[in-house]
Antibody, heavy 121, light 107 residues
Framework: QVQLVETGGRVVQPGRSLRVSCAASGFTFGSYGMHWVRQAPGKGPEWVAVMWFDDNKKKYADSVKGRFTISGDSSKNILVLQMNSLRVEDTALYYCARASGGGNTAFFDSWGQGTLVSVSP | YVVTQPPSVSVAPGETARIPCGGNNIGSKTVHWYKQKPGQAPSLVIF???DRPSGIPERFSGSNSGNTATLTINRVEAGDEADYYC???????????FGTGSTVSVL
């Protein structure tokens, strides 16, 4: 069965960096768009970034563009989000999500349980 | 692109819940719906406007036209209590967008 396990979340000060990872299993990792979606406490989900392994294409939300970098290794089934210049408003539960369907009509059919990133002075 | 949902929808057991998802000409976009219970990750309940993933009851259906997409839950059960979010792709901003979310309460 599909399994996504996020790790790396912790408390970090504003302006610092943090790297969170997602280990995937149960499916052909490189055949899907892989996303990061975050959810601030008491708020709805917010899409963060996507990576397609077949053409190495990446997209980012405006709120993180230039600060966050998505990457991955399809041979190791690992997805990574490098977060730089963190802000208090980046505090959230960060989910790794698999997307099915084509490109811009993709939907998130599998989610991990999330890793908590807390940005606090 | 802003996608708006009512904060709450209340329904009696056995009745029908309709959860609207509003956006400018959203009928021209493809809408997906997620259910989220407290402490859990979101899970897909409707994709491509009206398709159900395996394991989702036929009580769940979706439609999309004009400026409103709608998730309909027939014969509502206590287990349907959750937050529900719609999601689209915005081609102008080139980003995935979630709706503001609706909490369904079963009276």
């Amino acid at each position: 069965q599909v399994q996504l396990v996020e790790t790396g979340g912790r408390v970090v000060q504003p302006g610092r960096s943090l790297r969170v990872s997602c280990a995937a299993s149960g499916f052909t990792f490189g055949s899907y768009g892989m996303h990061w979606v975050r959810q601030a406490p008491g708020k709805g989900p917010e899409w963060v970034a996507v990576m397609w392994f077949d053409d190495n294409k990446k997209k980012y939300a405006d709120s993180v563009k230039g600060r966050f970098t998505i990457s991955g290794d399809s041979s190791k089934n690992i997805l990574v989000l490098q977060m730089n210049s963190l802000r208090v408003e980046d505090t959230a539960l960060y989910y790794c999500a698999r997307a099915s369907g084509g490109g811009n009509t993709a939907f998130f059919d599998s989610w991990g349980q999330g890793t908590l990133v807390s940005v606090s002075p | 692109y802003v996608v708006t949902q009512p904060p709450s929808v209340s329904v009696a057991p056995g009745e029908t819940a309709r959860i609207p998802c509003g956006g400018n000409n959203i009928g021209s976009k493809t809408v997906h719906w997620y259910k989220q219970k407290p402490g859990q990750a979101p899970s897909l309940v409707i994709f491509y406007d009206s398709d159900r993933p395996s394991g989702i009851p036929e009580r769940f259906s979706g439609s999309n036209s004009g400026n409103t997409a709608t998730l309909t839950i027939n014969r509502v059960e206590a287990g349907d209590e959750a937050d529900y979010y719609c999601q689209v792709w915005d081609d102008i901003s080139d980003q995935f967008v979630f709706g503001t979310g609706s909490t369904v309460s079963v009276l």
